[in-house]
């Protein structure tokens, strides 16, 4: 297995704010790493893919980083339709791996 | 427009088998390259990957669940199904299907249903 520690597993932010997410994996792997976005009730929502490469239809306020085992996520200006749960994913290897998740809060 | 729909019982006994479908529509479980996948996500817990399925029929499963799960493809129904066996309350979750289709030679999960409930309770 190849766990992924997401950090932090919560924050509070306003609207108009930078939040910065970060996911750390046990050991490499490369950039096959991808970002969801969760709400209650909704299908979840490929954010990024490939650890930078945005989703079609994806607003360019999301962006993503990093290679090997350290990857962000970075939502600038953030919108009252970005307070959600985020979630990392590695597709390196089976059993594919999920971070713990960040739920992004109003402040 | 791909569309993923699960369906099954919302309540299923402790010891019990759960069963789960998703019907995939605009798009079809036989097209090549891609998987069909299952995760779950408890109560106020993070995702969880169940298992995946090949469109040639390979499967690939989380060693988490050991023996206690099965995914299969219908291809007249356009449909794919889960079943774990020998629930407890610890299966309670949200269950949700999805497509992994191949982007920069990787598959990623990039189409998801909208998930549904299964309680495990006498």
């Known amino acids: 297995d190849i766990p992924l520690t997401q950090s932090p597993s919560f924050l509070s932010a306003f609207v108009g704010d930078r939040v910065t997410i970060t996911c750390r994996a046990t050991q490499g792997i490369n950039t096959y790493l991808a970002w969801y976005q969760l709400k209650p009730g909704k299908a979840p929502k490929l954010l990024i893919y490939g650890a930078s490469t945005l989703q079609s239809g994806v607003p360019s306020r999301f962006s993503g980083s990093g290679s090997g085992t350290e990857f962000t996520l970075t939502i600038s200006n953030l919108q009252p339709e970005d307070f959600a749960t985020y979630y990392c994913l590695q597709v390196k290897s089976y059993p594919l791996t999920f971070g713990g998740g960040t739920k992004v809060e109003i402040k | 427009q791909l569309q993923l729909q699960e369906s099954g019982p919302g309540l299923v006994k402790p010891s019990e088998t759960l069963s789960l479908t998703c019907t995939v529509s605009?798009?079809?479980?036989?097209?090549?390259?891609?998987?069909w996948s299952w995760s779950r996500q408890p109560p106020g817990k993070g995702l969880e990957w169940i298992a995946s399925?090949?469109?040639?029929?390979?499967?690939y499963y989380n060693p988490s669940l050991g023996s206690r799960v099965t995914i299969s493809a219908d291809t007249s129904k356009n449909q794919f199904s889960l079943t774990l066996s020998s629930v407890t309350a610890a299966d309670t979750a949200v269950y949700f299907c999805?497509?992994?289709?191949?982007?920069?030679?990787?598959?990623?999960?990039?189409?998801w249903g909208q998930g549904t409930l299964v309680t495990v309770s006498s």
């Open positions: 999805a497509r992994r289709s191949p982007i920069l030679v990787v598959h990623y999960l990039d189409f």
């Open positions: 605009g798009g079809s479980v036989s097209s090549s390259n891609y998987f």
């Open positions: 399925i090949y469109y040639n029929g390979n499967t």
